[in-house]
Every structure is written in C-alpha cells, then in structure tokens.
C-alpha cells in the first residue's frame, strides 16, 4: 500500500524534503491561505500542535494561491504573516498547486485516497461555497479535487490516508481523530 512517506516536498525555503521524516507521526496535512474567510482557523490549527506535538503529531501547511487568489505574496512574506498574526510553529512548504495537471504529486496522492467528504451543512460559509462550486460544475461533489482552501488529510503513524476534512469541519472533530490515531 502507497503512504506520503514514498514522497518528497519542499520547504519554504526550497530545500528537498522526504516525508520519511514524519514516519511514525500522525500528520494534519493542510492546503492554506492568508486572505480566505477561513484563513482565522490558523490558530484552530495552532491550538491543536500545541496539545499534541509532544505526542507524535505535526501539521504540514501547504499554502496554495488556487482558490480566489487568496494565498498572494511569496512563502517568505506567507509564513511571517502567520507567524506575525497566529504564531503558528508547525512546518509550512513551499506554495503549490492542488488541482490541475500541475497539481504537486503529494496532493495527487491525496485527493486519490479521499474524495470528497461532503460539507458542514451548518456552517455559514457552506452556503456560499455550495452555490459557487455548483454553478461552476453541477457535479462537484463527484470530483475528488480540492475544493477550497484548508482541506485537510489526516495520515496515520503509517504514513497512510485516514479521513480527509472539509474546511467546514468544525476542529473538534479532528481533535477527536488525532487523539485517537496517537492512541494506537
């Protein structure tokens, strides 16, 4: 069975980077943004390497510029605005491309373990972004590719595709899936 660890990406900086080097880590994989409505769940995101870093659990931030243009600037002027706005420590890479034949390999990988999961019905974007997403294709939800901006895939100790999360879901419900994954 494939895992992220048969991949490499690259830091902010554009230095090589095995995922090999999160073995034996459960990992919060995330496409993110620095102006999207959803950019304030960087401290949601936050919170959680706090509570669990010590524990055996990283998130890899992954900006990417796809959705509204909503991540401008370059990886350097990225990662000081979260460290500025949110304090975010965990590692974030170099700015790519989820969609499209371009789309970074990791993400590829992705989106072919987990389609899409299927909105929050409740949250107040949800609305919006239904309605957007459909007048652009009827068939959205069929399609496994990312949506919007803070999709996120959450990878066991093995390196292997568990659940993949809308940005409507409420961080609660991760919590709750990566504390169990650290249990195991």
């Given amino acids: 069975m494939k895992t992220i660890y048969e991949y490499s990406v690259k830091d902010r900086k554009g230095h090589e980077v095995s995922l090999r080097e999160y073995a034996n880590e459960v990992c919060l994989i995330v496409n993110t943004a620095t102006k999207c409505g959803f950019t304030p769940q960087y401290e949601e995101l936050e919170n959680l390497y706090k509570t669990f870093h010590s524990q055996g659990f990283e998130i890899l931030d992954f900006p990417c510029n796809q959705f509204g243009q909503q991540a401008p600037g370059t990886d350097e002027s990225i990662h000081e605005f979260c460290k500025l706005n949110y304090g975010t420590d965990f590692p974030q890479f170099k700015k790519i491309k989820v969609n499209g034949d371009d ?6 990988f992705l989106k072919e373990q987990k389609g899409f999961a299927g909105w929050d019905e409740t949250h107040p974007i949800y609305p919006i972004l239904d309605k957007m997403l459909s007048e652009a294709d009827p068939n959205y939800k069929e399609n496994p590719d990312i949506k919007w901006n803070f999709t996120k895939f ?24 990566i504390e169990q994954l650290l249990a195991e």
Avoid: F, M
């Avoid at 789309?103 to 590829?108: D, G, I, R």
């Avoid at 568990?162 to 991760?174: G, H, L, N, Q």
């Fill in 154 to 177: 959450l990878v066991n100790k093995k390196g292997q595709v568990v659940k993949r999360y809308e940005p409507t879901t409420k961080i609660a419900i991760i919590a709750k899936d």
């Fill in 103 to 108: 789309a970074e390999p990791l993400y590829k």
